[in-house]
Nanobody, 125 residues
Framework: QVQLVESGGGLVQAGVSLRLSCTASGRTFSTHAMGWFRQAPGKERGFVAAISWSGGSTSYADPVKGRFTISRDNAKNTVYLQMNSLKPEDTAVYYC??????????????????WGRGTQVTVSS
């Protein structure tokens, strides 16, 4: 069982940066691909970014490519999402997710087994 806790959300103005963190419990963090998803009001939860369990591969949704960077520190059981040049359309609840041990880097929510409770990011214009 993996428990995930997100932090770092907040209310910011457009154009600034924000870094989200997700800390996992347990000893198996380094074996899980990790992903970030987001859900805006009235919309379905959608893929944002993912990183392989080794950290060697990453994947990004087109709307955030070039602005967001996902990274992980396996020694700290933490995955990060660095968000630069934030836009009002980035406003959403951001969720951290962990895939199965040694699983592939996925972009679909069904490929992830464990989820955090989310952290709100609000970007004002």
């Amino acid at each position: 069982q993996v428990q995930l806790v997100e932090s770092g959300g907040g209310l910011v103005q457009a154009g600034v940066s924000l870094r989200l963190s997700c800390t996992a419990s347990g000893r198996t963090f380094s074996t899980h691909a990790m992903g970030w998803f987001r859900q805006a009001p009235g919309k379905e939860r959608g893929f944002v970014a993912a990183i392989s369990w080794s950290g060697g591969s990453t994947s990004y949704a087109d709307p955030v490519k070039g602005r967001f960077t996902i990274s992980r520190d396996n020694a700290k059981n933490t995955v990060y999402l660095q968000m630069n040049s934030l836009k009002p359309e980035d406003t959403a609840v951001y969720y951290c997710a962990a895939g199965p041990p040694y699983g592939r880097l996925g972009r679909g929510s069904l490929e992830y087994d464990y989820w955090g409770r989310g952290t709100q990011v609000t970007v004002s214009s």
